[in-house]
């Protein structure tokens, strides 16, 4: 398969705010590692899902492969071009083939716009369409793509006449309206009713089934990414921590972390019991991360050696069952 994203040792800093007294004390500026060395790729036709509790850095993964915050290293390879190279004049014709889907449907789409304008301002952006006629057609083509039929029945309403799950698909028909080849979704379905939910992730699953279109997920429930995606990369504190097929990771779990997540998944059959894994204390703060494997302050089978070495992404050694292929994990243990 051809890769169309590769992220090799990605690296995104915040720097904290300094108080008065931090300037009259002369403290020095406290970085925030956010992204603290990320590896990912993404060929066509695949879907990624990014697994992880809020505030690991997911969300700023993303914006940093878009270049909407600034990286402090690595490599962002899209179609085999380093955009971390680029300038904001030379990344704007690459932003057309990645696109992105925000969590919330009510606050990505702009409540003075009509769904038209909503799905038509892209190709305004990008000079994409000679005149307002055929720019009408491809909204009216991505709008079917995004299963918002038929088009004219939504063309002229704004937001606050469509429901929750025909926002986030008027999101989707703006993002598709370039036809890009990359499409990153931040928890698309996580502001959506249940009932809903499963509509959108069909929806994404068929896009990309079609072998174009690449697509990275973010998302809390392992259960979706288990049924769509192909790959579950499970992020703590900046980093990845273990990755492999979907069903390798969802049945064979090697680090601690993700058998913690996966213990809590409620299961389909009720005479199917499981003893959930309650994680003790709180997760640590970015600005000062523990000595070793960032995760033995909360891991429930740490030892000593495990607060002084800090674990490498790694095919496990000592699997805890079958282990395919491609599976690594970031753990002394496995």
Do not use: W
């Not at 000079?127 to 063309?155: C, N, Q």
């Amino acid at each position: 398969m051809t890769e169309l994203l590769v992220v090799e040792d990605l690296h995104t800093t915040y720097s904290s705010r300094r108080t008065m007294t931090d300037r009259l004390a002369r403290r020095p500026l406290e970085q925030v590692r956010a992204v603290d060395g990320v590896s990912l790729h993404v060929a066509k036709g695949e879907m990624l899902a990014l697994v992880g509790e809020s505030g690991c850095g997911k969300t700023t993964t993303l914006q940093s492969i878009l270049r909407m915050v600034p990286t402090a290293g690595g490599v962002v390879l899209i179609n085999g071009t380093d955009v971390t190279a680029l300038s904001a004049r030379q990344m704007r014709p690459l932003r057309r083939h990645v696109q992105m889907i925000y969590q919330d449907p009510y606050e990505s789409l702009d409540v003075r716009f009509r769904v038209r304008q909503t799905v038509e301002e892209p190709l305004l952006v990008h000079g994409i369409g000679a005149t307002k006629a055929e720019r009408l057609e491809l909204v009216r083509a991505a709008m079917v793509r995004a299963e918002l039929i038929p088009p004219e029945s939504y063309l002229e309403r704004y937001p606050h006449q469509l429901s929750g799950g025909q926002r986030q698909r008027v999101a989707i028909a703006a993002s598709l309206v370039l036809e890009p080849e990359l499409l990153l979704a931040d928890e698309p379905v996580s502001m959506l009713d249940v009932s809903v939910r499963a509509g959108v992730l069909s929806l994404l699953d068929r896009l990309r089934r079609g072998g174009t279109m690449g697509i990275v997920m973010i998302t809390h429930d392992l259960s979706t990414a288990a049924h769509f995606a192909d790959r579950i990369a499970v992020m703590y504190l900046g980093r990845i921590v273990e990755e492999g097929p979907a069903h390798d990771v969802i049945h064979h779990p090697q680090h601690p972390y993700t058998q913690a997540l996966l213990s809590i998944v409620p299961r389909p059959d009720p005479r199917e019991r499981s003893r959930g894994t309650i994680l003790t204390g709180e997760t640590p703060n970015p600005r000062n991360l523990p000595s070793g494997c960032r995760f033995h302050p909360r891991c429930p089978v740490a030892t000593d050696v495990c607060r002084v070495t800090d674990p490498a992404l790694a095919p496990p050694r000592h699997a805890q069952g079958p282990v395919v292929d491609g599976h690594v994990c970031a753990c002394l243990l496995a």
